[in-house]
Structure formats: C-alpha cells, structure tokens
C-alpha cells in the first residue's frame, strides 16, 4: 500500500486490517505495546513479548499477560495522595530498553542502575514496574508478577496476592504456603495500618459467614424431616420464616460491611455469585447448597486473615541478637 511505504521507519496498519491479518502482524512483532486486553491475550499465545500499559484501576493481575518475560507498567500514586501519576514515554523506553537488553545483561544489571545511567532514575518513582513469570508447579501454577524496583506495596497488590491464593483454593484444589511470594521490605507503615482496619473488619465477615452456615444447616436439617414444602405447621412456617430472615439479615450486613472496607469487596461479589446460582426444587436442597456457600467463604475469609497475620508480623521488627562472644574458654571469670 502507497500509504505504507516510504522513508519513515514507522508503518501504521490502523484502519487496514481484518481480525487475521491483525494476528499475522502480532505475530511478526518482536514486542507489543498495549492496553488493549484482547492484544495481550493473543500476544501471550503468539510468543510476542509484551509492555502492557495497565491504566485505570489495576487488573494486570487478572488480564495481564501470561507467560515469562513480559512486562507491565501502571501508574503508581503520587505520595500521601491516592491521585496516580501518569505512566510517561520516558519510563515505557526505559522499561522496553531494559527488557531487550536482559540477554546482554544475563540479569547482573538491576533496573535502578540501569534507569540511572540513562539519568531517568525519577522516573522509577512515578511507575509501578511489574515482570511476568511463570510459578512453580510446586508453588501452585499460573502466572506471578514481581515488582521490579523493590519498593513497599499498597493494599491493592496485596490483596491481589491474596485473592489469587483464595482463588487457587476455592478452585484448584491446592494452597500453597502462606505469604511465599512475599518479603519484609515490602511491607510498609501505610500497608500495615491498613491491615490492621482490614484485620478487624474481616474477623466481623468471618462471623457472619459461620452464622449463615449454621442458619443454612439448620434450615435444611428442619425442612429435610418435612414431606412437603407447602403444607406444614404454622410452628414450622414461621421457624422457617424467621431462618429466612435471618440469612438475608447477614447479606445486607456484608454488603454494609464492604461499604466501610473495600478490600472484602471480593467476597461479597461472590457471595451474591454464589447465591444466585442455588439449585434444588427444594428447601432442604437449597438450605443445603446454601450452606456450603457459606462455609466456601469462611474458608477464604480465613485464608484473608491467614495473610493479615502473616504479614502483620512480618512486618515486626526483628530482635537483635548478641554475637557470640570468640573464644570463650580462654576469657577468666
């Protein structure tokens, strides 16, 4: 095409490509920036190494790309200010620079010296710089992403790491051990305050999540013994009624509850998942269903405050210990 040829280096495809040739072109690249998740998907299949620009509220976690070897780029919060920076050409070349050259580095240059030779150091500052890898079998699977420049991470990071333990035990079948992927220096003071609301919080959702599943067992426990779910005593209806009551009660107390403490947003999403997908023709069938509902979410509760603990006392300072004082034998009383 006339419109892609000529002296400049660069050729733009925007408006000249089906849903093929798209792929074909992806494929030829040796790297693929994008914010667009679709790209990212087909990237990560295609083999083509990846700069993903995760803007807005972070979902790299989730949407990132999947393999070893990418990168990806979100803006990090302006200190003491939950407004975000913007992620600059500056850091994408430095990021992009950096990753084409790890072959020639064999890893022994870190991104800071890197970024400081160039006289880009500030730009670390003002991005959140995170590589893709692939996890160990015996770590649990899937894809992890490491936070380049080691610097304290926030709430968010955090219960994205926590969230994707939750997930793998909900539905893989396998935990891996507690707070493996994370370090005491990335612990800082805002973190640790916030765990410590995040604490409290939680132990309240941990309640109401073993009250629904007493109510719900003994929902199913009373109408299991009933032949029929329309004709029964009016001693029966109104217990029933008031078991009814009681699990709605608690609904409305976890979506008040993620209302003062967002981090637990997660679980009442799936709560309401959960519910929605009840099944039985009966009330001894759905008090039954419901039940385990409820234990699925203690037990992500519990991993939540697993991690709360764990990286609350991580956080501690550790005790000095007095060395050893050489020679003791020959030291006179």
Partial sequence: DSR????????????????????????????????????????????????????GTPQYSERGPYGTGHYILSPASVSGNDKPNEITPEAAYLVW????????????????????????????????????????????????????????????????????HVARSWYCGWVPPI???????????????????????ADVLLKICERGNQ?????????????????????????????????????????????????LLPFSKMSKVLMHHLKGEHLADLGKETAESYKQLRDGVQILLNWTHFTLGLSKPVALQPKPIANLERISP
């Fill in 179 to 201: 707070g493996k992927e994370l370090a005491r220096e990335d612990i800082g003071p805002l973190l640790v305050q916030k765990l410590r609301e995040l604490n409290d919080s």
């Fill in 97 to 164: 620079l950096y990753g084409s050259n790890e072959w020639a580095t064999k890893g022994q240059v870190s991104l800071e010296t890197h970024a400081l030779r160039l006289g880009w150091g500030d730009y670390l500052n003002q991005t959140k710089i995170l590589r893709s890898r692939i996890r160990d079998a015996s770590d649990g699977g899937g894809v992890v992403y490491d936070t380049i420049v080691k610097k304290p991470i926030d709430i968010n990071d955090w219960c994205s790491m926590v969230m994707g």
């Fill in 215 to 263: 109510a719900a067992l003994t929902l199913h426990k009373k109408t299991s013994s009933m032949k029929s779910d329309k004709i029964m005593g009016v001693h029966d209806r109104e217990e029933l009624r008031e078991l009814g009551k009681t699990l709605m009660d608690l609904e409305n107390l976890v979506d008040r509850l993620v209302k003062t403490q967002a981090a």
């Fill in 4 to 55: 892609t040829k000529g002296s400049s280096s660069i050729v733009s495809l925007v408006g000249l490509t089906n849903f093929d040739l798209w792929i074909s072109a992806i494929s030829k690249c040796q790297w693929l920036f994008t914010a667009d998740t679709a790209a990212v998907h087909l990237a990560s299949v295609l083999g083509t190494r990846i700069l993903n620009f995760s803007l």
